[in-house]
């Protein structure tokens, strides 16, 4: 375990050193650089201050050598700043990826619950009511854009009922837990239900298959209690799938996280992302989209951990 785990700790690392030059070249392509930014509507700006500031800055270099002094000082610690607020980058993350990360958690910690619960009722007796009703909760899930529910739910719930908040952070800073727990409640619900409709599918597909499985009938036929059957022998099987599908959605969830971002005002790393990169923010877009790899290589790696302990047959 511990030689797979580095082995693939080791390929992540790779793969992180070609993405990070593979968006350097593609973000510095772009039109424009942060020099034009940073002096736009200057009226006392001459060229020979901006091609100062530009070798200043090195801009004027080729684009490996300005990957190289950037991954020569990334490495150190150093991730420069950000153009677009003055600030150290790390300083501009922060808030953003703690923002993040509330949002995707709370999205994690109720979608997957509901879609084990969901897809096991809906494959105990296929093509029933229930599994009906569940088929098409989950198929307009999947089909419904998620920038038109969260319109929908704010109109429903904050301005038509008045019960929910329609931003997704206090306007406050010394809000209580209670205040920020109101304010999450509509772009989670609805990122939940963005997330859960393809997880019930999964779940129901999978437990279709175990549940008629030799295993699960010998189960049944030495008297276990059904509700034991389902839980300890069939779901435990059928998850395996599930973590497959988890790991691969998680760019799926940070690209749906970034329309609800936006719509419902939360400051978070796909609305920090959209904003460096339409400001030519180099740096900010940079460290937001490697943090953004990084999470789904993280992911994957958890996964395949993951196999090992649902199912002791499978190998590393």
């Known amino acids: 375990m511990l030689q797979f785990s580095l082995k693939r700790l080791f390929q992540s690392i790779l793969v992180l050193i070609v993405m990070s030059f593979l968006l350097f070249v593609l973000i510095g392509l772009m039109p424009g650089d942060p020099i034009d930014n940073m002096f736009e509507g200057n009226p006392s700006l001459t060229p020979e201050l901006m091609a100062r500031m530009r070798e200043l800055y090195g801009f004027d270099q080729p684009l490996s050598l300005r990957y190289w002094h950037w991954f020569s000082a990334a490495v150190q610690g150093d991730l420069g700043y950000s153009t677009m607020y003055f600030r150290p980058v790390m300083a501009v993350l922060a808030p953003a990826v703690l923002q993040t990360a509330k949002l995707l958690g709370l999205t994690l910690l109720f979608s997957v619950p509901l879609a084990l619960l969901l897809g096991s009722l809906a494959a105990r007796r296929p093509n029933g009511v229930l599994d009906s009703a569940i088929g098409i909760f989950s198929f307009a899930a999947i089909s419904l ?51 859960v409709g393809p997880l019930i599918r999964y779940v129901r597909a999978a437990m279709i298959e175990t549940l008629s499985a030799d295993f699960v009938r010998t189960a049944r036929a030495k008297g276990l209690d059904e509700r034991a059957v389902i839980v300890r022998h069939a779901l435990r099987n059928a998850l395996i799938p599930m973590v497959t599908v988890l790991a691969l959605s998680f760019g799926h969830l940070f690209s749906g996280a970034l329309v609800i971002e936006t719509i419902f005002g939360m400051l978070g790393m796909g609305k920090m992302i959209f904003d460096a990169i339409a400001n030519t923010d180099f740096n900010l877009a940079l460290i937001g989209l490697l943090l953004a790899i990084t999470v789904v290589l993280v992911s994957n790696l958890v996964a395949d951990l993951c196999y090992a302990l649902l199912d002791p047959r499978i190998t590393l």
């Open 145 to 195: 854009p998620n920038f038109w529910v969260s319109l929908l739910f704010i109109i429903l719930f904050s301005v038509t009922l008045g019960w929910l908040p329609a931003s997704g952070v206090p306007m406050s800073n010394d809000a209580s837990f209670l205040e920020e727990a109101q304010h999450l409640v509509l772009p989670v619900a609805v990122l939940v239900m963005f997330h």
